[in-house]
């Protein structure tokens, strides 16, 4: 399956605002997030551990306060960014789901998997028609 698009370099700031987007994992909707960490950009899938929700304090903030930890803002598990595990809190031993992506000519892009897919095109919902124009 083709690479897919996700952001330019430039948007990656290290240890800065993640980007997202939606994937499917075995066919249901799901979030991921590409952060920058250590010069390098680092996907997942947006999972807690503990629960399965989305992590982020606003969209695309992941991190602690001294950006070292990807920090769940429900109950704060901390997962270490570079490898996903987490490191304390209520997400166990276990660690985030890796999203492969890679960096190439200052573009940033991710590798679907057998299990974690694009969205079909076909599945964006339609735009709103436009309003009629008023009646003369
Ligand atoms: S849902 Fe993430 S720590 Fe509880």
Do not use: K
């Not at 929700?53 to 602690?64: H, I, R, S, T």
Request: aromatic fraction near 10%; include cysteine.
């Amino acid at each position: 399956m083709p690479r897919e698009w996700l952001c330019t370099s430039a948007e990656l700031a290290e240890r800065g605002r993640a980007v997202g987007w939606d994937v499917l994992e075995y066919g249901r909707p799901q979030r991921a997030f590409v952060l920058r960490v250590d010069g390098v950009p680092r996907g997942w899938l947006n999972r807690c551990l503990h629960v399965p929700v989305e992590m982020d304090w606003n969209p695309g903030e992941f991190l602690d306060s001294e950006r070292r930890y990807i920090l769940c803002s429900i109950h704060g598990a901390a997962y270490d960014p570079t490898h996903g595990q987490c490191v304390g809190g209520p997400c166990g031993r276990g660690r985030l789901t890796p999203v492969t992506v890679a960096e190439e000519g200052g573009q940033v892009y991710w590798y679907p998997s057998r299990d974690i897919r694009p969205v079909p095109f076909d599945d964006v919902p339609p735009a709103t028609p436009a309003a009629p124009p008023p009646a003369a």
